[in-house]
């Protein structure tokens, strides 16, 4: 079946710098949407990104989509504390498949 | 409001007592699912249902069943807990039917002893 890869797994940065999560599918996708889950909290939608080669951005966070869509990218520029939490990619085939698959997601953490 | 309802949040049971765990959303949303998150492991889609009384399974269905006879509730059913479905469960909907931009409830976190 299809597999998201995410890395890194955890990633520990000082307020200001900046941060990127990587997912890789093992078929193309459809689509690929962006999760964001706080600490004791449940997924919230950030984005979704369908058009090969896409690009969007969301103030500090800028989501791409490879050109072959089977990889994306979710950019942080000049963390803050308010990013705290897990992201989460999660990618849709199509081609008659209504299945969504997640990746492990990257557990992000901001030091003050 | 908006919003996907999950009950129970918390549930703490013994192997082999049949348990439901209820979505509902009032969203008029086609799609809906079921996940289990654990740690390590991330997300992963149990059952998804595209519309009233179509149903498929997700990567883990085993052990669940799940039905959907109205659009706007879709429970979980647990024939026969055993302690590796102990696990944090989400629900999820969406509009149109497919897998689109996902409404996530509360979360019940289940302990099956």
């Known amino acids: 079946g299809q597999q998201v890869m995410q890395i890194p797994q955890y990633q520990h940065v000082q307020e200001g710098e900046d941060f990127t999560t990587y997912c890789n599918s093992s078929?193309?996708?459809?689509?690929i949407q962006w999760y964001k889950q706080r600490p004791g909290g449940h997924p919230v939608f950030l984005i979704q990104?369908?058009?090969?080669?896409e690009v969007k951005k969301q103030k500090r966070l800028t989501f791409q989509f490879g050109e072959a869509k089977k990889n994306s990218s979710l950019h942080i520029t000049a963390t803050q504390t308010t990013d705290v939490g897990t992201y989460f990619c999660?990618?849709?085939?199509?081609?008659?498949?209504?299945?969504?698959?997640f990746g492990k997601g990257t557990k992000l953490s901001v030091i003050p | 409001e908006a919003q996907v309802t999950q009950n129970p949040r918390y549930l703490i049971t013994v192997t082999g007592k049949k348990l439901t765990v209820t979505c509902s959303q009032n969203?008029?949303?086609?799609?809906m699912s079921w996940y289990r998150q654990d740690p390590g492991l991330g997300l992963r889609q149990i059952y998804y249902?595209?519309?009233?009384?179509?149903?498929d399974k997700g990567d883990v269905p085993e052990g669940y069943k799940v039905s959907r006879k109205e659009k706007r509730n879709f429970p979980l059913i647990l024939e026969s807990p055993s302690p590796n479905q102990t696990s944090l469960y989400f629900c999820?909907?969406?509009?149109?039917?497919?897998?689109?931009?996902?409404?996530f409830g509360p979360g019940t976190r289940l302990t099956v002893t």
């Open positions: 999820a909907s969406s509009n149109g039917g497919g897998p689109r931009e996902q409404y």
């Open positions: 078929t193309t996708l459809s689509n």
């Open positions: 990104l369908v058009k090969s080669g």
């Open positions: 999660a990618g849709h085939s199509g081609a008659g498949s209504y299945q969504l698959t």
């Open positions: 969203m008029n949303h086609e799609y």
């Open positions: 249902s595209m519309n009233v009384e179509v149903t």
